[in-house]
């Protein structure tokens, strides 16, 4: 784990351009991840729960929030194409970023993140960094901000991803 909080970069024009071009557009896509995948593939993405509950942020996630707070909810999922998980996402929600205006992401279930995230158009990107972990892949993380409180969701695209794009 070490490594990965290490090889995190934030994600600029000559970042973006290092990656290989198959790469380029999901790492940089500014809206619903699950919506691109949706398009790409031409088929319903679908949502596997692995953990959704209170516990504390990892440090290097803290950083990037500019403000302390102790617990927080953390959401992992699979987006699955027919069955086959093709990236996995982690969502971190500061306690304050998920109540009052914001409590409906309390009881998405099931439900892809980015249609609570995505509602009402494009969600302010505050942050976006990239990495390459050679065993995992390519991944993403967004510091979002929905409705003034800030979200963090960090995704790996998986290979099976390019499996399933239609060309």
């Known amino acids: 784990m070490k490594k990965l909080r290490r090889s995190w970069i934030d994600l600029d024009h000559a970042?973006?351009?290092?990656?290989?071009?198959?790469?380029?557009?999901?790492?940089s896509y500014p809206l619903s991840l699950t919506?691109?995948?949706?398009?790409?593939?031409?088929?319903?993405?679908?949502?596997?729960?692995?953990?959704?509950?209170?516990?504390?942020?990892?440090n290097d996630e803290q950083d990037l929030?500019?403000?302390?707070?102790?617990h927080c909810r953390v959401r992992e999922v699979y987006l699955c194409i027919d069955d086959t998980p093709v990236v996995f996402a982690r969502s971190?929600?500061?306690?304050?970023?998920?109540?009052?205006?914001?409590?409906?992401?309390?009881?998405?279930?099931?439900?892809p993140l980015g249609e609570v995230l995505f509602k009402n158009g494009q969600a302010?990107?505050?942050?976006?960094q990239v990495t390459?972990?050679?065993?995992?892949g390519f991944?993403?993380?967004?510091?979002?901000?929905?409705?003034?409180?800030?979200?963090?969701?960090?995704?790996?695209?998986?290979?099976a991803l390019l499996d399933k794009i239609i060309t």
């Not at 971190?92 to 439900?111: A, H, W």
């Open 139 to 159: 991944g993403r993380r967004s510091l979002y901000q929905l409705r003034g409180h800030p979200i963090l969701i960090t995704e790996f695209f998986m290979p």
């Open 35 to 58: 919506q691109y995948i949706e398009k790409r593939t031409q088929k319903s993405v679908s949502i596997q729960v692995l953990t959704d509950k209170n516990q504390l942020v990892l």
């Open 132 to 136: 390459e972990i050679p065993s995992i």
């Open 124 to 128: 302010p990107i505050l942050l976006r």
């Open 15 to 27: 970042v973006l351009h290092s990656a290989p071009l198959i790469w380029q557009d999901w790492l």
């Open 92 to 111: 971190v929600l500061p306690t304050t970023s998920s109540t009052g205006i914001n409590r409906d992401l309390l009881q998405i279930g099931n439900k």
């Open 65 to 70: 929030f500019r403000r302390s707070f102790r």
